[in-house]
Nanobody
Framework: QVQLVESGGGLVQPGGSLRLSCVAS????????MGWYRQAPGKQRELVAT???????VYAASVKGRFTISRDFAKNTVYLQMNSLKPEDTAAFYC??????????????WGQGTQVTVSS
Protein backbone atom coordinates (compact mmCIF):
# COMPACT_ATOMS: atom_id res chain seq x y z
CA GLN A 1 0.00 0.00 0.00
CA VAL A 2 1.07 3.55 -0.73
CA GLN A 3 0.12 6.77 1.03
CA LEU A 4 0.32 10.28 -0.39
CA VAL A 5 0.45 13.20 2.02
CA GLU A 6 -0.02 16.73 0.74
CA SER A 7 0.94 19.96 2.50
CA GLY A 8 1.24 23.65 1.78
CA GLY A 9 -2.32 24.72 1.09
CA GLY A 10 -3.92 27.73 2.70
CA LEU A 11 -5.44 31.15 2.22
CA VAL A 12 -3.62 33.64 0.02
CA GLN A 13 -4.47 36.98 -1.53
CA PRO A 14 -4.81 37.36 -5.30
CA GLY A 15 -1.38 37.69 -6.85
CA GLY A 16 0.22 35.73 -4.06
CA SER A 17 2.14 32.47 -4.07
CA LEU A 18 1.92 29.06 -2.45
CA ARG A 19 4.04 25.94 -2.68
CA LEU A 20 2.41 22.53 -2.40
CA SER A 21 4.32 19.39 -1.50
CA CYS A 22 3.34 15.74 -1.74
CA VAL A 23 5.30 12.86 -0.27
CA ALA A 24 4.64 9.25 -1.18
CA SER A 25 5.43 6.44 1.25
CA UNK A 26 4.88 2.71 1.46
CA UNK A 27 5.50 -0.12 -0.97
CA UNK A 28 7.19 1.81 -3.78
CA UNK A 29 9.49 0.13 -6.28
CA UNK A 30 9.58 3.10 -8.61
CA UNK A 31 7.55 6.17 -9.45
CA UNK A 32 6.48 6.59 -13.06
CA UNK A 33 4.78 9.96 -12.65
CA MET A 34 3.36 12.31 -10.07
CA GLY A 35 1.07 15.24 -10.47
CA TRP A 36 -1.56 17.58 -9.17
CA TYR A 37 -5.25 17.80 -9.88
CA ARG A 38 -7.81 20.20 -8.46
CA GLN A 39 -11.51 20.25 -7.87
CA ALA A 40 -13.54 23.39 -7.25
CA PRO A 41 -17.02 23.20 -5.69
CA GLY A 42 -19.56 22.01 -8.22
CA LYS A 43 -16.90 21.19 -10.81
CA GLN A 44 -15.14 18.07 -11.98
CA ARG A 45 -11.62 17.24 -10.92
CA GLU A 46 -9.16 18.56 -13.50
CA LEU A 47 -5.50 18.15 -14.30
CA VAL A 48 -3.22 20.93 -13.10
CA ALA A 49 0.23 19.55 -13.88
CA THR A 50 2.10 16.26 -14.06
CA UNK A 51 5.75 15.26 -14.23
CA UNK A 52 7.23 11.92 -15.25
CA UNK A 53 10.29 10.17 -13.92
CA UNK A 54 12.09 11.39 -17.02
CA UNK A 55 11.18 14.98 -16.27
CA UNK A 56 8.51 15.50 -18.91
CA UNK A 57 5.82 17.90 -17.77
CA VAL A 58 2.24 18.66 -18.76
CA TYR A 59 0.34 21.73 -17.62
CA ALA A 60 -3.25 22.83 -17.88
CA ALA A 61 -3.54 25.85 -20.16
CA SER A 62 -5.02 27.89 -17.33
CA VAL A 63 -1.87 27.58 -15.18
CA LYS A 64 0.92 27.71 -17.78
CA GLY A 65 3.42 30.40 -16.95
CA ARG A 66 2.14 30.72 -13.37
CA PHE A 67 2.60 27.24 -11.88
CA THR A 68 5.73 25.08 -11.91
CA ILE A 69 5.82 21.38 -11.08
CA SER A 70 9.04 19.74 -9.94
CA ARG A 71 9.99 16.41 -8.50
CA ASP A 72 12.57 14.70 -6.35
CA PHE A 73 11.73 11.07 -6.88
CA ALA A 74 14.70 10.03 -4.75
CA LYS A 75 12.61 11.48 -1.93
CA ASN A 76 9.31 10.32 -3.46
CA THR A 77 8.22 13.95 -3.53
CA VAL A 78 6.54 16.29 -5.97
CA TYR A 79 6.13 20.04 -5.60
CA LEU A 80 3.84 22.61 -7.16
CA GLN A 81 4.99 26.23 -7.04
CA MET A 82 1.98 28.46 -7.64
CA ASN A 83 2.56 32.12 -8.44
CA SER A 84 0.22 34.94 -9.48
CA LEU A 85 -2.69 33.12 -7.91
CA LYS A 86 -6.19 34.09 -8.96
CA PRO A 87 -9.54 33.63 -7.20
CA GLU A 88 -10.45 31.06 -9.85
CA ASP A 89 -7.56 28.90 -8.64
CA THR A 90 -9.52 28.26 -5.44
CA ALA A 91 -10.00 24.51 -5.13
CA ALA A 92 -9.03 21.38 -3.30
CA PHE A 93 -5.73 20.22 -4.76
CA TYR A 94 -5.06 16.49 -4.93
CA CYS A 95 -1.74 14.75 -5.39
CA UNK A 96 -1.65 11.80 -7.79
CA UNK A 97 1.04 9.18 -8.27
CA UNK A 98 1.52 6.34 -10.75
CA UNK A 99 3.68 3.86 -8.93
CA UNK A 100 5.24 0.58 -10.00
CA UNK A 101 5.23 -2.16 -7.39
CA UNK A 102 7.98 -4.75 -7.10
CA UNK A 103 5.65 -7.13 -8.92
CA UNK A 104 5.88 -4.89 -11.97
CA UNK A 105 2.26 -3.80 -11.86
CA UNK A 106 1.37 -0.10 -11.93
CA UNK A 107 -1.04 1.45 -9.50
CA UNK A 108 -2.69 4.87 -9.35
CA UNK A 109 -2.89 6.60 -5.97
CA TRP A 110 -4.51 9.78 -4.65
CA GLY A 111 -3.86 11.96 -1.66
CA GLN A 112 -6.54 13.32 0.66
CA GLY A 113 -6.32 16.82 -0.78
CA THR A 114 -5.23 20.22 0.47
CA GLN A 115 -7.38 23.33 0.20
CA VAL A 116 -6.14 26.40 -1.65
CA THR A 117 -8.24 29.53 -1.25
CA VAL A 118 -7.39 32.72 -3.12
CA SER A 119 -9.31 35.66 -1.73
CA SER A 120 -8.81 39.22 -0.56
Amino acid sequence: QVQLVESGGGLVQPGGSLRLSCVASGSIFSINAMGWYRQAPGKQRELVATVTSGGSTVYAASVKGRFTISRDFAKNTVYLQMNSLKPEDTAAFYCNAVIRAITGRQYNYWGQGTQVTVSS
